[in-house]
């Protein structure tokens, strides 16, 4: 669940920052390249913010949803 939210977040931070760029100033590919430091930063480290903050916002892991 969790992994599936991080994803979905930063896919569309990514498409929204690169659109902004395209049509409002050049400037948002920044927010772009940050984005993409950070997945780098997460997948080196293991520690990422988002997961944080989701964790904190009740955002399941896989194995925790239900009982079978």
Avoid: H, P
Avoid at 17 to 39: D, H, P, R
Avoid at 57 to 66: I, Y
Wanted: glycine share 8%.
């Amino acid at each position: 669940m969790i992994n599936r939210w991080i994803r979905a977040i930063a896919g569309s931070f990514v498409i929204i920052s690169v659109l902004l760029a395209v049509y409002v100033n050049m400037n948002f590919l920044w927010f772009t390249g940050f984005v993409g430091i950070n997945l780098l930063q997460s997948s080196l480290t293991k520690w990422c913010l988002m997961e944080d903050i989701l964790k904190k916002l009740g955002v399941k892991e896989a194995g925790d949803c239900c009982s079978r």
